[in-house]
T-cell receptor, first 114, second 117 residues
């Protein structure tokens, strides 16, 4: 069965500081990995995705993530956080085997201090 | 492109009534739509997967008679919560995919907040 773990429920960073949100996954085949952001009361917006190829993927809003197969991780990073980045971040895994719907992690709430 | 809408965005109903939520892909044909439920401060839990023209596949533990899903066209799927009760109050989110492969991106709707009194 596929699963996603986001070990940090809540993170607070200062504006301008760097950010890393952790994501570990379990999947029986080659995973498709996603990071989504959700603002309060809103739907999900895709930040970036990894299917194959270069393990460092660039996304929107200055985010990037690195796929590390040996660590089963897909951590999200941003070098300098803006106050508007405060939101809930979800890591998700999917693939072509088994069910195609995404399995989401429990989310990490990001607070940005001025 | 790839916009998914949901209607209504918010609904309040009395216990025992039925509520229908629509999910539309506005600018593409969605061969597959997914319905998720999100509890407060929790992750999204898949409820069911629906392919156009066929019956929905429900996740274990989801009552198919309570959560009726219809995917009658390539741009519309509906979720009907029948005989709603307060424990059905939640944030319901749909997503739509152009294809049937895992790498086909899912586009998410803005969600519908259901409150059952």
């Amino acid at each position: 069965a596929q699963s996603v773990t986001q070990p940090d429920i809540h993170i607070t960073v200062s504006e301008g500081a760097s950010l890393e949100l952790r994501c570990n996954y379990s999947y029986g085949a080659t995973p498709y990995l996603f990071w989504y952001v959700q603002s309060p009361g809103q739907g999900l917006q895709l930040l970036l995705k990894y299917f194959s190829g270069d393990t460092l993927v660039q996304g929107i809003k200055g985010f990037e993530a690195e796929f590390k197969r040996s660590q089963s991780s897909f951590n999200l990073r941003k070098p300098s956080v803006h106050w508007s980045d405060a939101a809930e971040y979800f890591c998700a895994v999917g693939g072509d085997t088994g069910r195609r719907a995404l399995t989401f992690g429990s989310g990490t709430r990001l607070q940005v201090q001025p | 492109g790839a916009v998914v809408s949901q209607h209504p965005s918010r609904v309040i109903c009395k216990s025992g009534t039925s509520v229908k939520i629509e999910c539309r892909s506005l600018d593409f044909q969605a061969t597959t739509m997914f319905w998720y439920r999100q509890f407060p401060k929790k992750s999204l839990m898949l409820m069911a997967t629906s392919n156009e023209g066929s019956k929905a596949t429900y996740e274990q533990g989801v009552e198919k008679d309570k959560f009726l899903i219809n995917h009658a066209s390539l741009t519309l799927s509906t979720l009907t919560v029948t005989s709603a009760h307060p424990e059905d109050s939640s944030f319901y989110i749909c997503s739509a995919s152009r294809g049937r492969r895992g790498h086909n991106e899912q586009f998410f709707g803005p969600g519908t907040r259901l409150t059952v009194l």
